[in-house]
Protein backbone atom coordinates (compact mmCIF):
# COMPACT_ATOMS: atom_id res chain seq x y z
CA UNK A 1 0.00 0.00 0.00
CA UNK A 2 0.78 3.26 -0.91
CA UNK A 3 0.76 6.26 2.01
CA UNK A 4 2.29 9.19 3.73
CA UNK A 5 2.92 9.41 6.93
CA UNK A 6 4.50 11.90 9.60
CA UNK A 7 7.43 10.58 11.99
CA UNK A 8 6.50 9.47 15.21
CA UNK A 9 7.29 9.51 18.82
CA UNK A 10 7.28 6.18 20.19
CA UNK A 11 4.73 7.30 22.65
CA UNK A 12 2.88 7.60 19.71
CA UNK A 13 3.81 4.20 18.24
CA UNK A 14 3.03 2.29 21.19
CA UNK A 15 -0.62 4.18 21.80
CA UNK A 16 -1.42 3.44 18.10
CA UNK A 17 -0.53 -0.46 18.49
CA UNK A 18 -2.77 -0.91 21.83
CA UNK A 19 -5.06 0.52 19.93
CA UNK A 20 -5.09 -1.45 16.96
CA UNK A 21 -5.05 -4.75 19.48
CA UNK A 22 -8.02 -3.76 21.54
CA UNK A 23 -9.93 -3.16 17.95
CA UNK A 24 -8.72 -6.66 17.14
CA UNK A 25 -10.14 -8.03 20.48
CA UNK A 26 -13.35 -5.83 19.62
CA UNK A 27 -13.60 -8.07 16.06
CA UNK A 28 -13.21 -11.44 17.46
CA UNK A 29 -15.74 -10.63 20.27
CA UNK A 30 -17.86 -8.15 20.55
CA UNK A 31 -21.34 -7.37 19.02
CA UNK A 32 -22.32 -4.54 20.84
CA UNK A 33 -20.66 -2.36 24.01
CA UNK A 34 -17.91 -1.87 21.79
CA UNK A 35 -16.17 1.01 24.11
CA UNK A 36 -17.30 -0.91 27.44
CA UNK A 37 -19.70 2.04 28.29
CA UNK A 38 -21.59 -0.11 30.62
CA UNK A 39 -19.91 -3.43 32.57
CA UNK A 40 -19.75 -6.47 29.47
CA UNK A 41 -21.94 -8.76 29.97
CA UNK A 42 -23.12 -11.95 27.85
CA UNK A 43 -25.81 -10.23 25.59
CA UNK A 44 -22.25 -8.01 24.30
CA UNK A 45 -20.42 -11.18 23.03
CA UNK A 46 -21.27 -12.75 19.56
CA UNK A 47 -22.93 -16.05 18.86
CA UNK A 48 -20.19 -17.95 17.66
CA UNK A 49 -16.48 -17.13 17.84
CA UNK A 50 -14.24 -16.87 15.00
CA UNK A 51 -11.41 -15.86 14.43
CA UNK A 52 -7.63 -16.14 15.26
CA UNK A 53 -5.34 -14.30 17.92
CA UNK A 54 -2.47 -15.41 18.64
CA UNK A 55 -0.39 -13.78 15.60
CA UNK A 56 -2.61 -10.49 15.94
CA UNK A 57 -0.15 -8.67 17.85
CA UNK A 58 2.61 -9.08 15.94
CA UNK A 59 1.04 -8.08 12.82
CA UNK A 60 -0.05 -5.18 14.58
CA UNK A 61 3.89 -4.43 16.07
CA UNK A 62 5.47 -5.14 12.88
CA UNK A 63 2.47 -2.41 10.78
CA UNK A 64 3.23 0.04 13.00
CA UNK A 65 6.67 0.34 12.71
CA UNK A 66 6.73 0.45 8.89
CA UNK A 67 4.31 3.54 8.90
CA UNK A 68 7.31 4.35 11.02
CA UNK A 69 10.47 3.53 9.07
CA UNK A 70 8.72 4.24 5.70
CA UNK A 71 7.18 7.42 6.54
CA UNK A 72 6.52 10.20 3.39
CA UNK A 73 8.39 8.08 1.07
CA UNK A 74 7.97 8.71 -2.24
CA UNK A 75 8.85 4.84 -3.34
CA UNK A 76 5.77 2.26 -3.44
CA UNK A 77 5.78 0.53 0.25
CA UNK A 78 3.79 -2.31 0.46
CA UNK A 79 2.63 -4.97 3.57
CA UNK A 80 2.15 -8.34 2.72
CA UNK A 81 0.46 -10.62 5.24
CA UNK A 82 1.91 -14.09 5.21
CA UNK A 83 -0.92 -15.37 8.01
CA UNK A 84 -3.97 -14.03 6.36
CA UNK A 85 -5.53 -15.24 9.01
CA UNK A 86 -4.52 -12.50 11.20
CA UNK A 87 -7.24 -10.11 9.16
CA UNK A 88 -8.53 -8.64 12.03
CA UNK A 89 -4.98 -6.70 13.08
CA UNK A 90 -4.81 -5.92 9.14
CA UNK A 91 -8.00 -4.54 9.22
CA UNK A 92 -7.62 -2.36 12.56
CA UNK A 93 -5.02 -0.58 10.56
CA UNK A 94 -6.67 -0.40 7.90
CA UNK A 95 -9.31 1.54 9.81
CA UNK A 96 -6.82 3.52 11.82
CA UNK A 97 -5.18 4.90 9.18
CA UNK A 98 -8.64 5.74 7.26
CA UNK A 99 -7.76 3.26 4.14
CA UNK A 100 -11.13 1.54 4.92
CA UNK A 101 -13.15 5.00 4.69
CA UNK A 102 -11.06 5.35 0.96
CA UNK A 103 -13.19 2.64 -0.05
CA UNK A 104 -16.10 2.38 1.73
CA UNK A 105 -17.55 5.70 3.60
CA UNK A 106 -19.20 3.94 6.44
CA UNK A 107 -15.90 2.76 7.77
CA UNK A 108 -14.54 6.05 8.66
CA UNK A 109 -11.99 5.63 11.66
CA UNK A 110 -15.11 6.98 13.92
CA UNK A 111 -17.42 5.28 16.77
CA UNK A 112 -19.86 4.24 13.58
CA UNK A 113 -17.15 2.90 11.86
CA UNK A 114 -15.60 0.84 14.67
CA UNK A 115 -19.14 -0.41 15.41
CA UNK A 116 -19.59 -1.77 11.61
CA UNK A 117 -15.92 -3.26 11.71
CA UNK A 118 -16.29 -5.05 14.72
CA UNK A 119 -19.49 -6.47 14.91
CA UNK A 120 -19.70 -7.55 11.21
CA UNK A 121 -15.80 -9.18 11.37
CA UNK A 122 -16.26 -12.86 10.68
CA UNK A 123 -20.38 -12.76 9.76
CA UNK A 124 -21.62 -13.89 6.24
CA UNK A 125 -22.53 -10.65 4.44
CA UNK A 126 -19.76 -8.63 6.87
CA UNK A 127 -15.71 -8.70 6.47
CA UNK A 128 -13.94 -12.40 6.18
CA UNK A 129 -11.90 -13.99 9.02
CA UNK A 130 -8.93 -13.97 6.04
CA UNK A 131 -7.30 -11.33 4.16
CA UNK A 132 -9.06 -10.83 1.38
CA UNK A 133 -9.13 -8.69 -2.23
CA UNK A 134 -11.99 -6.51 -0.96
CA UNK A 135 -9.52 -4.96 1.60
CA UNK A 136 -7.46 -2.10 0.05
CA UNK A 137 -3.61 -2.52 -0.58
CA UNK A 138 -4.24 -6.47 0.08
CA UNK A 139 -2.70 -8.53 -3.06
CA UNK A 140 -1.75 -12.03 -1.36
CA UNK A 141 -5.05 -13.47 1.00
CA UNK A 142 -2.91 -15.55 3.05
CA UNK A 143 -5.59 -18.39 3.87
CA UNK A 144 -3.48 -20.69 2.38
CA UNK A 145 0.07 -20.13 3.61
CA UNK A 146 2.90 -20.16 1.86
CA UNK A 147 2.79 -17.70 -1.10
CA UNK A 148 3.46 -14.31 1.03
CA UNK A 149 7.18 -14.46 0.06
CA UNK A 150 6.80 -15.03 -3.54
CA UNK A 151 4.29 -12.60 -3.80
CA UNK A 152 6.44 -9.64 -2.27
CA UNK A 153 9.01 -10.71 -5.00
CA UNK A 154 6.75 -10.46 -7.83
CA UNK A 155 5.51 -6.90 -6.85
CA UNK A 156 9.09 -5.46 -6.55
CA UNK A 157 10.46 -7.53 -9.48
CA UNK A 158 11.25 -4.77 -12.44
CA UNK A 159 10.74 -2.01 -10.25
CA UNK A 160 13.57 -0.88 -8.71
CA UNK A 161 11.40 1.89 -6.58
CA UNK A 162 9.48 -0.66 -4.66
CA UNK A 163 10.04 -2.16 -1.09
CA UNK A 164 7.91 -5.07 0.17
CA UNK A 165 7.82 -6.25 4.01
CA UNK A 166 6.87 -9.45 3.62
CA UNK A 167 5.56 -10.82 7.48
CA UNK A 168 5.95 -14.42 7.21
CA UNK A 169 4.43 -16.58 10.41
CA UNK A 170 6.72 -19.61 11.63
CA UNK A 171 3.96 -22.18 10.39
CA UNK A 172 3.73 -20.65 6.89
CA UNK A 173 7.80 -21.07 6.99
CA UNK A 174 7.80 -24.82 7.07
CA UNK A 175 6.04 -24.88 4.14
CA UNK A 176 7.93 -25.99 0.56
CA UNK A 177 6.67 -22.70 -1.05
CA UNK A 178 8.31 -20.44 1.28
CA UNK A 179 10.91 -22.23 1.36
CA UNK A 180 11.60 -22.41 -2.50
CA UNK A 181 10.88 -18.58 -2.42
CA UNK A 182 13.70 -18.12 -0.48
CA UNK A 183 15.91 -18.78 -3.89
CA UNK A 184 14.17 -15.38 -5.05
CA UNK A 185 16.47 -13.68 -2.73
CA UNK A 186 19.21 -14.51 -5.49
CA UNK A 187 17.72 -14.31 -8.75
CA UNK A 188 16.13 -11.22 -8.07
CA UNK A 189 18.99 -9.26 -6.44
CA UNK A 190 20.00 -6.44 -8.91
CA UNK A 191 19.42 -2.56 -9.23
CA UNK A 192 16.85 -3.70 -11.59
CA UNK A 193 14.29 -4.71 -9.31
CA UNK A 194 12.84 -3.30 -5.49
CA UNK A 195 13.70 -4.43 -2.25
CA UNK A 196 12.22 -7.05 -0.35
CA UNK A 197 12.83 -6.75 3.65
CA UNK A 198 10.81 -10.81 5.30
CA UNK A 199 9.89 -10.61 8.86
CA UNK A 200 10.00 -13.97 10.33
CA UNK A 201 7.30 -13.84 13.24
CA UNK A 202 8.57 -16.68 15.34
CA UNK A 203 6.00 -17.04 18.13
CA UNK A 204 6.94 -21.05 18.81
CA UNK A 205 3.79 -22.30 18.22
CA UNK A 206 0.48 -22.78 14.72
CA UNK A 207 -2.54 -24.17 15.46
CA UNK A 208 -2.10 -26.99 17.70
CA UNK A 209 1.25 -27.47 18.28
CA UNK A 210 5.06 -26.08 18.74
CA UNK A 211 6.85 -25.34 14.73
CA UNK A 212 9.92 -26.43 13.33
CA UNK A 213 11.56 -23.43 13.39
CA UNK A 214 10.57 -22.53 16.86
CA UNK A 215 12.51 -25.30 18.11
CA UNK A 216 15.43 -24.90 15.97
CA UNK A 217 18.49 -23.45 17.67
CA UNK A 218 19.36 -19.74 17.06
CA UNK A 219 22.42 -21.05 15.19
CA UNK A 220 20.68 -23.50 13.17
CA UNK A 221 17.82 -20.59 12.09
CA UNK A 222 20.52 -17.97 11.49
CA UNK A 223 22.94 -20.72 9.43
CA UNK A 224 19.53 -21.71 7.59
CA UNK A 225 18.71 -17.58 6.70
CA UNK A 226 22.46 -17.47 5.57
CA UNK A 227 22.39 -20.61 3.12
CA UNK A 228 19.65 -18.39 1.45
CA UNK A 229 22.11 -15.18 0.83
CA UNK A 230 20.28 -13.18 3.46
CA UNK A 231 21.90 -11.29 6.64
CA UNK A 232 19.80 -12.60 9.88
CA UNK A 233 19.01 -10.13 12.51
CA UNK A 234 17.42 -11.29 15.45
CA UNK A 235 14.98 -9.75 17.92
CA UNK A 236 14.00 -11.05 20.98
CA UNK A 237 11.36 -9.70 23.86
CA UNK A 238 13.48 -8.18 26.57
CA UNK A 239 12.27 -6.55 29.77
CA UNK A 240 16.09 -5.00 30.47
CA UNK A 241 18.27 -2.89 27.96
CA UNK A 242 19.96 -5.79 26.30
CA UNK A 243 20.06 -6.57 22.51
CA UNK A 244 21.31 -9.38 20.34
CA UNK A 245 21.17 -6.47 17.59
CA UNK A 246 24.57 -5.72 16.23
CA UNK A 247 25.90 -2.00 16.75
CA UNK A 248 25.72 -0.93 13.24
CA UNK A 249 21.89 -1.65 13.15
CA UNK A 250 21.22 1.70 15.70
CA UNK A 251 24.41 3.02 14.98
CA UNK A 252 23.61 3.32 10.27
CA UNK A 253 19.97 3.63 11.05
CA UNK A 254 18.10 6.92 11.50
CA UNK A 255 16.66 7.70 15.02
CA UNK A 256 13.04 7.76 14.38
CA UNK A 257 11.75 8.30 17.90
CA UNK A 258 12.16 10.65 20.30
CA UNK A 259 13.57 8.24 22.65
CA UNK A 260 16.96 7.56 22.67
CA UNK A 261 17.51 3.83 23.17
CA UNK A 262 19.43 2.71 26.35
CA UNK A 263 20.83 -0.25 24.28
CA UNK A 264 24.19 -2.34 25.41
CA UNK A 265 25.13 -4.42 21.75
CA UNK A 266 26.20 -8.31 21.49
CA UNK A 267 25.77 -8.87 17.93
CA UNK A 268 27.52 -12.74 17.96
CA UNK A 269 25.88 -16.02 17.88
CA UNK A 270 27.87 -17.37 20.61
CA UNK A 271 25.91 -19.10 23.73
CA UNK A 272 26.48 -16.51 26.29
CA UNK A 273 23.04 -15.11 25.90
CA UNK A 274 22.34 -11.77 26.87
CA UNK A 275 20.37 -10.89 30.13
CA UNK A 276 16.50 -10.81 30.17
CA UNK A 277 16.51 -12.47 26.57
CA UNK A 278 13.00 -13.80 25.85
CA UNK A 279 13.52 -17.09 27.77
CA UNK A 280 13.65 -14.85 30.91
CA UNK A 281 10.70 -12.43 30.10
CA UNK A 282 8.59 -16.25 29.80
CA UNK A 283 10.27 -16.86 33.13
CA UNK A 284 9.01 -13.60 34.76
CA UNK A 285 5.39 -14.48 33.04
CA UNK A 286 5.30 -17.89 33.87
CA UNK A 287 5.98 -16.48 37.79
CA UNK A 288 3.33 -14.58 37.35
CA UNK A 289 0.59 -17.38 36.59
CA UNK A 290 1.82 -18.82 39.41
CA UNK A 291 1.64 -16.15 41.60
CA UNK A 292 -1.99 -15.48 40.40
CA UNK A 293 -2.82 -19.28 40.81
CA UNK A 294 -1.55 -19.66 44.60
CA UNK A 295 -3.22 -16.34 45.84
CA UNK A 296 -6.48 -17.49 44.86
CA UNK A 297 -7.59 -13.84 43.50
CA UNK A 298 -11.27 -13.98 42.42
CA UNK A 299 -10.71 -10.78 39.87
CA UNK A 300 -9.14 -11.93 36.56
CA UNK A 301 -7.82 -7.74 36.39
CA UNK A 302 -5.51 -8.73 39.33
CA UNK A 303 -3.00 -10.83 36.72
CA UNK A 304 -3.36 -8.22 33.47
CA UNK A 305 -2.45 -5.17 36.53
CA UNK A 306 0.36 -7.54 37.59
CA UNK A 307 1.51 -8.42 34.12
CA UNK A 308 0.54 -4.62 32.64
CA UNK A 309 4.03 -3.16 33.69
CA UNK A 310 6.17 -6.26 31.98
CA UNK A 311 4.10 -6.35 28.90
CA UNK A 312 4.58 -2.05 28.74
CA UNK A 313 7.98 -2.57 28.74
CA UNK A 314 8.91 -5.61 26.17
CA UNK A 315 6.66 -3.51 23.92
CA UNK A 316 8.47 -0.46 23.93
CA UNK A 317 11.67 -2.26 23.40
CA UNK A 318 10.24 -4.63 20.47
CA UNK A 319 9.50 -0.95 18.64
CA UNK A 320 12.80 0.36 19.25
CA UNK A 321 14.12 -2.69 18.14
CA UNK A 322 12.09 -3.15 15.02
CA UNK A 323 12.12 -0.08 13.74
CA UNK A 324 16.11 -0.44 14.10
CA UNK A 325 16.25 -3.21 12.13
CA UNK A 326 13.59 -1.77 9.08
CA UNK A 327 15.47 1.19 8.98
CA UNK A 328 18.98 -0.79 9.01
CA UNK A 329 17.67 -3.06 6.39
CA UNK A 330 16.55 -0.27 4.44
CA UNK A 331 19.61 1.53 3.55
CA UNK A 332 21.78 -1.71 3.91
CA UNK A 333 22.97 -2.91 0.53
CA UNK A 334 22.63 -6.76 1.91
CA UNK A 335 19.62 -8.66 1.93
CA UNK A 336 17.79 -8.76 5.53
CA UNK A 337 15.89 -11.19 6.99
CA UNK A 338 14.53 -10.02 10.24
CA UNK A 339 13.58 -12.46 12.38
CA UNK A 340 11.45 -11.77 15.37
CA UNK A 341 10.61 -13.48 18.40
CA UNK A 342 7.52 -12.83 20.59
CA UNK A 343 5.26 -14.88 22.78
CA UNK A 344 2.31 -16.39 20.74
CA UNK A 345 -1.04 -13.72 21.94
CA UNK A 346 1.13 -11.12 23.29
CA UNK A 347 -0.82 -8.90 25.73
CA UNK A 348 -3.21 -11.27 25.75
CA UNK A 349 -4.48 -14.06 28.53
CA UNK A 350 -2.21 -15.29 30.37
CA UNK A 351 -3.99 -18.12 31.81
CA UNK A 352 -7.47 -19.44 31.31
CA UNK A 353 -8.98 -22.70 33.77
CA UNK A 354 -5.31 -22.96 35.14
CA UNK A 355 -3.33 -23.17 31.65
CA UNK A 356 -1.12 -21.05 30.13
CA UNK A 357 -2.48 -19.77 26.93
CA UNK A 358 -0.33 -16.64 26.08
CA UNK A 359 2.97 -17.97 24.59
CA UNK A 360 1.21 -21.61 24.07
CA UNK A 361 -0.81 -22.81 20.96
CA UNK A 362 -4.33 -22.05 23.09
CA UNK A 363 -3.60 -18.66 22.21
CA UNK A 364 -3.64 -19.01 18.39
CA UNK A 365 -7.30 -19.08 17.68
CA UNK A 366 -9.62 -17.76 20.32
CA UNK A 367 -8.30 -18.18 23.39
CA UNK A 368 -11.57 -17.50 25.77
CA UNK A 369 -14.20 -19.76 23.70
CA UNK A 370 -16.18 -20.07 26.53
CA UNK A 371 -16.84 -15.77 26.62
CA UNK A 372 -20.67 -16.29 25.95
CA UNK A 373 -21.16 -18.66 28.85
CA UNK A 374 -18.89 -18.83 31.43
CA UNK A 375 -18.69 -15.73 34.03
CA UNK A 376 -14.89 -16.40 34.86
CA UNK A 377 -14.07 -15.95 30.66
CA UNK A 378 -16.38 -13.26 30.42
CA UNK A 379 -14.46 -11.03 33.44
CA UNK A 380 -11.29 -12.10 32.00
CA UNK A 381 -12.55 -10.66 28.71
CA UNK A 382 -13.99 -7.41 30.15
CA UNK A 383 -10.21 -7.12 31.79
CA UNK A 384 -7.96 -8.03 29.00
CA UNK A 385 -10.14 -5.47 27.20
CA UNK A 386 -9.59 -2.84 29.89
CA UNK A 387 -5.55 -3.43 29.75
CA UNK A 388 -5.72 -1.66 26.71
CA UNK A 389 -7.10 1.87 28.35
CA UNK A 390 -9.10 2.60 24.90
CA UNK A 391 -10.77 5.51 26.58
CA UNK A 392 -7.59 7.06 26.64
CA UNK A 393 -7.13 6.70 22.82
CA UNK A 394 -10.69 7.17 21.15
CA UNK A 395 -14.00 8.51 22.48
CA UNK A 396 -17.28 8.35 21.01
CA UNK A 397 -17.92 12.00 19.77
CA UNK A 398 -14.21 12.77 18.17
CA UNK A 399 -12.93 8.89 17.27
CA UNK A 400 -8.86 8.48 17.51
CA UNK A 401 -7.40 11.06 20.25
CA UNK A 402 -4.22 11.57 18.19
CA UNK A 403 -1.12 13.54 19.69
Same mark, same amino acid.
Given at each position: ? =? ?38 ? +? ?8 ? #? ?5 ? $? ?24 ? %? ?11 ? !? ?5 ? *? ?18 ? !? ?17 ? *? ?13 ? %?????? @??? @????? +? ?26 ? %?????? $? ?10 ? #? ?12 ? $? ?26 EPQIV ?16 ? *? =?? @? ?26 ? @? ?23 FIILE ?21 ? %? =? ?10 ? *? ?11 ? +? ?10 ? #??
Amino acid at each position: M =QYETKKVSLAATEKRIRACNYLTVTQLFLKSNFLLEKPLS +FDDIKPRLLG #HWGTCPG $INLVYACMRDVFAGQKDDTIFVLGPG %HGFPALQANLFYD !GDLAAVD *ETLKPDYAGLAKISALFSRI !GGFPSHASPSAPGVICEGG *ELGYSLATAYGYCLG %HPERTA @IVL @IGDGE +FETATTLASLNLNDLLSSPNNGKVIPVL %HLNGYK $ISGPTVAGRRSE #HQLNELIRGFGYTP $IRIEERLGTSSKAPAELYSQAENLVNQEPQIVFDGDDSDDAPTNTYEQV *E =QN @ITKLIQDEQSEDKTSARHTFEKAENQTD @IIMQNLILDVEAALNFAKHSDESIFIILETEKGLSGPLVVDDTKVRGNFKA %H =QIPLPKAKSDPA *ELELLSSWLHSYH +FEELFNKEEGFL #HD
